[in-house]
């Protein structure tokens, strides 16, 4: 007989501050009208191309859908932001600064410092960079729409404790939550 998972430790496992990643931040601002406005999913001949997107953005939209009520804390740092400005659209770096915004003032009052941590082979140094922001501000997730980062997962887990998670596995655990929130 296989055992039933205890109910109140997956919910109090269930990640509620939560990194995004600069992947994450690109498809909400690129496919904002789909995820908050219920516009149709009408990719570019580019993004059709990318494996799994309508299935990421589908899952992301839930996400968003929850959190409107639950109020997770999405959390967004100066790396982010640099990688953000990279792309060079001024209008893109200042959605993604108010973002940041509210995570500042739902983190006020906590006092964050950078701890020294030995990099993960395999992950990029850009990558670490926002993985350590993560560890840093106490996230207990790390939102990533990168799936060469997301094969990492496992690793980063055991070496870290940070789950590092797509929209659609961490809908996965969220949906069974979401009618909560309702």
């Known amino acids: 007989m296989a055992s039933i998972p205890d109910p109140a430790a997956a919910f109090t496992a269930l990640p509620t501050r939560i990194y995004l990643d600069t992947s994450v931040l690109h498809q909400l ?19 059709a191309r ?3 997107l309508a299935a990421d ?7 968003c ?19 953000v400005q990279d792309r060079g659209d001024p209008r893109y770096t200042q959605w993604v600064r108010d973002v940041e915004d509210s995570w500042l003032i739902q983190s006020e009052g906590n006092d964050y410092e950078r701890q020294p941590r ?5 992950v990029s140094m850009k990558d670490w ?8 501000t106490g996230c207990s997730a790390f939102l990533t729409m990168d799936r060469p980062l997301a094969t990492q997962a496992p690793v980063i887990q055991r070496k870290t404790g940070l789950r590092v998670l797509t929209p659609p596995g961490y809908w996965a655990l969220l ?5 909560l929130w309702g």
């Open 29 to 47: 601002w690129d496919f904002g009208g789909l995820l908050w406005e219920g516009e149709t999913f009408d990719p570019s001949p580019r993004a």
């Open 50 to 52: 990318v494996p799994g």
């Open 57 to 63: 953005l589908e899952a992301l939209r839930r996400i």
């Open 65 to 83: 859908e929850v959190n409107d009520r639950a109020h997770f804390e999405f959390v967004v740092t100066a790396a982010s932001l640099a990688e």
């Open 118 to 122: 030995q990099q993960l082979g395999s």
């Open 129 to 136: 960079a926002l993985l350590a922001d993560a560890l840093d």
């Open 175 to 179: 949906q069974r939550w979401a009618g």
